[in-house]
């Protein structure tokens, strides 16, 4: 999954690091690094005489536990990666800038659609479980406002230039409050994560400057035209 990245330098922003942490406590997971759990597997002694096999009724199956904040927002950023990953000309010009030779690129180009099938698989798990966590309602609202583009101001970087401690703020709010709140919260706060990428153009006689305001997880600063 984090082929998609792209090689060094894209890997080095913030929102590459934290997609990565991902990626590594998923690795270890896969590994059996992190949890376990013993599941039956519904192969009981009838199936397995009948089959002739003997084989345990039980399988083992590794888990992990990630924080809300840190897996939606990967979720989110994802598109973008995945977006300039899949376009011929971004790719070609990010192999070229990364200094690639060409049998490093041929690795990255004969793996990309099997590595974009894999980030969709992750990134339907993750709304899959926000699905479940939060209700029908709020998952259709802020999934189609995660995927809205008509009217909006959208780059293949949405995400790449995220004021990732936001993050953090947000995660020690969905974890400092009471576990029954916690439901009517996480939408709230899956939003704000949305809401900033999602602004739409307005020319005015302004330009951008010094001193700049955190707004969202975004940096905006407007002075009045000389």
């Not at 099997?114 to 939060?134: G, T, Y």
């Not at 949405?158 to 409050?177: A, G, N, P, Q, S």
């Not at 400057?209 to 035209?225: A, E, N, S, W």
Request: proline letters at 4%; one cysteine or more.
């Amino acid at each position: 999954m984090s082929n998609v990245l792209g090689p060094p330098p894209e890997t080095d922003s913030m929102t590459a690091l934290r997609i990565l942490g991902i990626c590594y406590d998923l690795r270890h997971c896969f590994m059996g690094h992190r949890e376990a759990e013993i599941t039956d597997n519904g192969f009981h002694d009838e199936l397995q005489e009948f089959h002739g096999l003997k084989h345990p009724s039980t399988n083992v199956h590794y888990r992990v536990n990630l924080l809300w904040m840190e897996v939606m927002f990967a979720a989110l950023a994802l598109d973008d990666y995945t977006n300039s990953y899949g376009n011929d000309k971004i790719f070609s010009r990010m192999m070229k800038e990364a200094g690639m030779e060409e049998d490093q690129k041929l690795f990255y180009d004969r793996m990309r659609l099997e590595d974009i099938a894999q980030v969709r698989l992750f990134q339907a798990k993750v709304w899959k479980a926000f699905r479940e966590a939060s209700g029908e309602v709020a998952y259709k609202r802020l999934y189609k406002k995660a995927k809205e583009t008509e009217g909006y101001y959208i780059s293949y970087f949405r995400y790449k230039d995220f004021c990732t401690h936001y993050i953090d703020e947000l995660e020690m709010k969905y974890l400092y409050v009471e576990p029954e709140k916690r439901e009517k919260l996480l939408p709230r706060l899956i939003k704000k994560m949305i809401e900033p990428i999602c602004v739409r153009i307005v020319v005015v006689p302004y330009k951008i400057k010094y001193p700049m305001r955190i707004t969202g997880g975004r940096q905006y600063g407007l002075y009045k035209k000389n």
